[in-house]
């Protein structure tokens, strides 16, 4: 898998994005990855985003699946779009003292302008804890471009999930959460 470029990051001027911007201080700073026919991204819970004792707010999992089913729309169908409807189904409870949790997105069906995306968050064990189908609104070429939409691109370098995993403990090793 090759990860996402994010093309707004040192490009666009306001973008502070609670999803996918890095600058962002309260923001979840998301990154993604492309798997051949997926976005997958791996994140770690911030304990400012608990909801009950240890456990994940189902609003930050919601946000978490949008963003990523939304990166779909981003990167595979290169133009960008917005949420029209989102159904959720929360599974298992998801713990902040994890090590992280991995989120896939597929594209499941594209018709005129419409998208569905199927998301889910997945526990270290790969067990399914929460999942989603989001539908957008997706822009022709010029109206994504007028919405501030670029291009998003791979990175050259080939990684594993496992790659990422580690960098993901390191990092969060090195900040003391």
Known sequence: MRAIINPWVGNTNGYNCFGCCPDNPRGVHMRFYWDGEQVVSVWRANPNFVSWIDTLHGG?????????????????????????????RYRKPVSTKWPYIRLNARLVEQRHSVAVVHGEILNPDGECCAECTCTYFVYAGDKAIEMGYMPATLDDAEVTLEDVEVSLSDAVALLGR
């Open 60 to 88: 930050i999992q919601a946000t978490l699946l949008d963003e990523i089913c939304g990166w779909v729309v981003f990167y595979q169908l290169q133009t960008s779009g917005v949420t029209a409807k989102m159904e959720m």
